[in-house]
């Protein structure tokens, strides 16, 4: 008897199927502000101490200094330094290139070679070295998200009006 033959047990997925039933797997846009907020309450209360939060490694930090976007926001720690985002890239294709930062105008020309990529963003302060997991999204030729050009990104930047918000402004 084969442990797939079991009951409850887990049998093999047809080749190219991600989950049971050969659903395909499809990156969803995931924001993370919630977490973020959550987080930064646990901080404020006492909950959570800064140096569990502010420990980005060295080369989150190196990576915001080369491929970084500044941001307006200040940290929420320190409240000293502005954050930077940093674009993480992922996928299959990629191969040697995967967990590569990469900048916006970067992001850009990979949508267009690649089917599918997923970007994970960071932000990160300099000056006390917080970070936190922002959003994730997809990119790619076979993704339904028009690709990323230089002078937008597909982060919404907080505090701008989004259609559908309560005392908001509709486009």
């Not at 959570?48 to 720690?77: F, K, M, N, Q, W």
């Not at 992922?90 to 970067?106: N, P, V």
Request: charged share 25%; hydrophobic share 30%; net charge positive.
């Amino acid at each position: 008897m084969d442990i797939t033959d079991k009951p409850g047990a887990e049998k093999p997925l047809p080749s190219g199927a991600k989950y049971p039933g050969g659903v395909q797997s499809i990156s969803a846009d995931v924001d993370y502000s919630l977490q973020r907020r959550m987080l930064l309450r646990d901080v404020y209360s006492g909950r959570v101490g800064t140096h569990e939060v502010c420990d980005a490694s060295p080369y989150l930090i190196s990576a915001s200094r080369y491929h970084g976007e500044a941001t307006t926001r200040r940290c929420p720690i320190c409240r000293r330094e502005h954050l930077w985002l940093v674009h993480y890239i992922f996928g299959e294709e990629l191969r040697a290139s995967a967990g590569q930062a990469r900048s916006r105008a970067e992001l850009a020309k990979l949508a267009k070679g690649y089917r599918h990529i997923d970007v994970y963003v960071v932000e990160v302060c300099r000056g006390c070295s917080w970070n936190h997991l922002v959003r994730r999204f997809g990119l790619g030729r076979d993704y339904p998200t028009p690709p990323v050009t230089a002078g937008t990104t597909p982060l919404a930047s907080h505090g701008t009006p989004r259609p559908g918000r309560t005392g908001t402004k509709q486009p």
